[in-house]
T-cell receptor
């Protein structure tokens, strides 16, 4: 079965702009989480969505937001981009209630802010 | 809050040899899960192995095994018969299951290079 799909793979944006990243989970997976990966801060949890509701949130400013659709696909949005938002953004999905078995990750979106 | 520490930023091993990656964590929880993920240059995080804290038996997946020491809060990964394809960044991760949603807390990572 298809894995977790993230689009686009690469993105270059200018400071002050906004960006939307997309994640399609594995079929049947209802929970989608987002992580930011940078060389300085490592992997940090952004938020988790389940059944179109955000049920868990990390310590990121309000410029970072997300949503989940009825088909479990998720988008994250970053407004008023800053240079420090340059990172690899990873999406992960899991069966609801089965996160104990681990998450399946996508290949990420590499965002560069110039 | 939980923290995960990987004290070896880089390691190298010869092909076919055995290597052990270290991970320690800090938590006051009793029920939790630990994972090792591998991130090759393709960037995708791949689950290598998982361990349930309430199980004393160490997890094993083919050439990969862990040494889980709950009292010492240590969770090391042993890779036997190393292969060139094992070259990747390895992350140790902690998770406390919650009905309100869970999250992974990652260590800093260890870059493993397998040399021919």
């Amino acid at each position: 079965k298809a894995g977790v799909t993230q689009t686009p793979r690469y993105l270059i944006k200018t400071r002050g702009q906004q960006v939307t990243l997309s994640c399609s989970p594995i079929s049947g997976h209802r929970s989608v989480s987002w992580y930011q990966q940078t060389p300085g801060q490592g992997l940090q949890f952004l938020f988790e969505y389940f059944s179109e509701t955000q049920r868990n949130k990390g310590n990121f400013p309000g410029r970072f937001s997300g949503r989940q659709f009825s088909n479990s696909r998720s988008e994250m949005n970053v407004s008023t981009l800053e240079l420090g938002d340059s990172a690899l953004y990873l999406c992960a999905s899991t069966l609801a209630g089965s996160s104990n078995y681990g998450y399946t990750f996508g290949s990420g979106t590499r965002l560069t802010v110039v | 809050a939980q923290t995960v520490t990987q004290s070896q930023p880089e390691m190298s091993v010869q092909e076919a040899e055995t290597v052990t990656l270290s991970c320690t964590y800090d938590t006051s929880e009793n029920n939790y899960y630990l994972f090792w993920y591998k991130q090759p240059p393709s960037r995708q995080m791949i689950l290598v192995i998982r361990q349930e804290a309430y199980k004393q038996q160490n997890a094993t997946e083919n050439r990969f095994s862990v040494n889980f020491q709950k009292a010492a809060k240590s969770f090391s990964l042993k890779i036997s018969d190393s292969q060139l394809g094992d070259t990747a960044m390895y992350f140790c991760a902690f998770m406390k299951p919650r009905t309100s949603g869970s999250r992974l807390t990652f260590g800093e990572g260890t870059q493993l290079t397998v040399n021919p």
